[in-house]
């Protein structure tokens, strides 16, 4: 079972229309809090990537939507993934570790890059795919029919990912279909207002996954893992930093940071991302004085600019004793 095997075809391409097939969001998360859309369907048949909106949210042959989580922490507390549509389970697959992709996990993950997962075989030809679950986590049996919402497993790191999410690939007849744009005529800042999902899932171009205050610029492994944010500081802290941690990051963006305290403002930094970034963080701060933090609030604001436009803002308060 694998998540790109087959060729990028829209649903132009095949006979009949979608019909009243739908879509459940598969994953038991909140969009745009504790999940985004990071990747969608690539619909450029060459060499490149385009999105369904003819921007750059995609990579060369990517075949599905991945759902992702902030960090590995969140995956560890575990997030379901659901059955997005009722059917029969057709394959499926456990067992891979969680290792995500390396260059010492390569040779193991050749030929099985969608990980742990589960094939659903829904009616009209219809047919899901669920990637990258969590090593145990499968709880559905081939052959099994299940309701939209039945949970099949966990958000996990198996297979070739580098990061937590679900992949979940939409096929009919054998076809990729892409649920934002399921006719595939695409009309580049006027998207198809009709998908495939069941309720709206706004196209999001750019955003913060997470933000915090530390005692020095962290390491991204930290960042990734969900243990940088530091929930107490003290007055003689070594530094008081702000951090801010974003997908779908555009050359030109701006990460702006301030930190304020009882003295007025600690620190106010702009900083250009001078390149496309899939995921990307940045951290700012000051030194701890001589005599210490003044003991009082302090406050932080993290914000992702495109264009002069807002594309997300944290604001985080700490309190120094």
Request: proline share 7%.
């Amino acid at each position: 079972m694998r998540a790109t095997v087959l060729p990028v075809l829209m649903a132009s391409a095949l006979p009949g229309s979608a019909g009243a097939f739908t879509l459940d969001l598969p994953v038991d998360c909140t969009l745009g809090q504790s999940c985004f859309v990071q990747q969608y369907v690539d619909h450029d048949p060459g060499p490149g990537a385009q999105d369904f909106t003819c921007k750059g949210l995609s990579y060369d042959t990517h075949t599905g939507t991945d759902i992702a989580l902030p960090s590995l922490s969140a995956m560890q507390d575990g997030v379901a993934v659901l059955a997005a549509a009722p059917g029969q389970v057709r394959a499926l697959r456990d067992g891979m570790p969680d290792t995500g992709l390396t260059a010492g996990t390569a040779a193991q993950i050749e030929g099985r890059e969608c990980g742990n997962g589960v094939v659903i075989s829904h009616a009209d030809g219809w047919e899901t795919q669920y990637c990258h679950l969590m090593q145990g986590s499968v709880s559905v049996t081939q052959g099994q029919m299940v309701d939209a919402g039945t949970p099949l497993g966990q958000v996990g790191l198996s297979g070739n990912t580098e990061f937590p999410h679900l992949h979940i690939a939409v096929r009919r007849n054998g076809k990729i279909v892409d649920p934002f744009d399921p006719d595939g005529q695409i009309t580049c800042g006027a998207p198809d207002p009709e998908t495939l999902w069941s309720a709206p899932v706004t196209y999001v171009p750019g955003a913060l996954l997470n933000a915090g205050f530390a005692t020095g610029i962290p390491d991204y492994a930290s960042i990734k893992a969900g243990t940088a944010a530091a929930a107490t500081i003290s007055r003689d802290a070594p530094a008081l930093v702000a951090w801010g941690y974003a997908f779908g990051g555009q050359k030109g963006d701006v990460i702006q940071i301030t930190i304020t305290g009882p003295s007025g403002t600690i620190t106010d930094h702009s900083e250009t991302i001078d390149r496309n970034q899939a995921q990307f963080f940045r951290a700012a701060g000051r030194k701890t004085p001589a005599r210490g933090w003044p003991a009082g609030d302090y406050a932080a604001s993290v914000n992702l600019i495109r264009d002069g436009i807002s594309l997300g803002e944290r604001v985080l308060n700490l309190r120094i004793d």
